[in-house]
């Protein structure tokens, strides 16, 4: 449904510091406040990601789990499909992690990108870590790897203008799907 602005002769109620008149509609979203503020992710101590390796792989979104990482979809996805890899082990920097760690963190990753092509035909990925609070990190003390898949012409108007995402299947659906796929996908292809 679109919603015009009102006419020009339409009474607007008065706020102070509401800007000026414009051709856009606002959708809020005042829960995303409670995630940007961090309520609801407990203590210091307890970490979601720590938290999610002891749930049945339904309940935790797991896609797949390694000797020392594992892929889990993003609660918060860019995309549909958005996944993490994490390893299991507590760690806040990728300089920290040992080399078992690290290597299998990028055959995951790979392989990430080997299901998400043959499950959803993604056109290209963004990948990438954002290490520390200031680097963008909603989980700085346990690192993980993002894996976001991405299509062309996929940038509509909704996240652009309406800070909003539109995904076609609901988290279980779409980690039913990937783990199928990622069972199916030879880890060395």
């Known amino acids: 449904?679109?919603?015009?602005?009102?006419?020009?002769?339409?009474?607007?109620e008065e706020q102070s510091g509401v800007g000026l008149r414009d051709a856009f509609q606002r959708l809020y979203t005042?829960?995303?406040?409670?995630?940007?503020?961090?309520?609801?992710?407990?203590?210091?101590?307890?970490?979601?990601?720590c938290a999610i390796v002891t749930m049945t792989d339904e309940d935790g979104?797991?896609?797949?789990?390694?000797?020392?990482?594992?892929a889990v979809l993003n609660l918060y996805p860019y995309n549909a499909g958005h996944l993490l890899v994490v390893p299991y082990r507590h760690v806040a920097d990728y300089l920290d992690m040992v080399t078992e760690e690290v290597v299998e963190m990028a055959f995951?990753?790979?392989?990430?990108?080997?299901?998400?092509?043959?499950?959803?035909?993604?056109?290209?990925?963004?990948?990438?870590m954002n290490l520390g609070h200031i680097?963008?990190?909603?989980?700085?003390?346990?690192?993980?790897?993002?894996?976001?898949?991405?299509?062309?012409?996929?940038?509509?108007?909704?996240?652009?203008?309406?800070?909003?995402?539109?995904?076609?299947?609901?988290?279980?659906?779409t980690r039913d799907m990937l783990a199928e796929q990622w069972a199916r996908t030879d880890p060395e292809d």
């Not at 005042?30 to 990601?49: N, Q, S």
């Not at 995951?108 to 990438?128: D, K, P």
């Open 135 to 173: 680097a963008g990190a909603g989980i700085a003390a346990h690192v993980h790897q993002h894996v976001v898949p991405r299509w062309g012409g996929d940038a509509n108007f909704m996240p652009v203008i309406g800070a909003t995402r539109v995904l076609p299947a609901l988290l279980g659906q």
């Open 108 to 128: 995951f990753t790979r392989r990430a990108l080997r299901v998400l092509r043959e499950t959803s035909g993604a056109h290209g990925f963004n990948t990438g």
């Open 30 to 49: 005042p829960h995303r406040l409670a995630y940007i503020k961090g309520e609801g992710r407990g203590r210091d101590d307890e970490c979601p990601f």
């Open 61 to 70: 979104l797991v896609v797949a789990r390694g000797k020392t990482v594992y």
């Open 1 to 12: 449904m679109i919603v015009e602005p009102p006419a020009d002769d339409t009474a607007l």
